[in-house]
Structure formats: C-alpha cells, structure tokens
C-alpha cells in the first residue's frame, strides 16, 4: 500500500514537470511568434522605405513636370503612391508599438486585436502604392514620347540662304 501510495505521489509529480515544461514550451513558442512577427514587420517597412523618394529628387521632378512630360493626373498618382508608402511605415512603427505593449504585458500575443488591425493596415497601405505604383509607371513606360521640338532659327542660319 505504502509504495502504490509513493508511486502515486512520484506519477504526480512528474506529470506536474511535465505540465511546467508545457507551459515553459508554449511561452516559449508564443516568444518566437512574437520575434517572428517583429522580423516580418521591419522587413515590410523596409520594402516600403525602399519606394520612397528623397524631397529634393521629389521637387526636382514636379518642377520639371512640364518639360518631362508628366501630366497632372499621373503627378498625383505619384502623390498618393508616395503617401501610400509612407503611412505604411508610420503604421510600421504602430505594429511594432502593439508587439512591445504585448510584450511588456508578458502576453506575447500576436493576434491582439490592435497587433492584427494595424498590421492589415500596414500591409493594406503598401500594397495599394505597390499597386498605384506599378500602374504609374506601366503608364509611363507605354506613353508615347512627345515630338521634339523643332530647331530654333539662328541669324546664320538665315544669312546662309
């Protein structure tokens, strides 16, 4: 009786081991998520960092819109696909916000409402100036180019008639 007794005592207490070592596992797993999920963050605010132009090539650009040859319409397609970009990595920043609450709560929950919301907001974001984007510049790279302009006239020119 007394060694069923320790027995029973010895099976309790592994099973007690084992269920630390679940729960040590599954924190465990929830930390990796969390890691995984900050990579996976900072690698999309570095996709849409990588689309955004400096404000002196910017200005460069539309002050010369004209001579270029790029319409209004398409100068804010670029607007909203740079726009589009940027709120992207602001948000970015957002998602990464949320996984440091999560983790400062000890959580590490990745599918806390404000992590997933923000994140589909991100992704959202650069996906619609990934998409605005590529359509620019299809548009751009199909446009016929426009005639050059006719050669000015000099005084030697004439003379030489």
Request: glycine residues 8%; hydrophobic residues 55%; without cysteine.
């Amino acid at each position: 009786m007394l060694r069923a007794l320790v027995r029973s005592l010895m099976h309790a207490s592994a099973q007690k081991g084992d269920g630390d070592k679940a729960v040590e596992q599954a924190l465990e797993n929830r930390k990796e998520a969390i890691r995984t999920y900050i990579e996976q963050t900072k690698l999309l605010v570095t996709l849409a960092s990588a689309f955004l132009l400096a404000p002196a090539g910017l200005v460069a650009v539309f002050k010369e819109r004209a001579s270029v040859g790029i319409t209004a319409a398409e100068a804010v397609a670029f607007v909203i696909a740079e726009g589009a970009f940027v709120a992207s990595v602001l948000i970015g920043y957002v998602v990464m916000g949320t996984i440091a609450g999560s983790q400062d709560d000890g959580s590490f929950d990745v599918y806390r409402p404000a992590t997933r919301w923000f994140s589909l907001a991100q992704f959202g974001l650069y996906l619609a100036g990934l998409i605005v984007f590529i359509v620019l510049g299809v548009v751009l790279a199909t446009a016929p180019v426009p005639p050059a302009p006719p050669p000015a006239v000099t005084a030697t020119a004439s003379a030489h008639r």
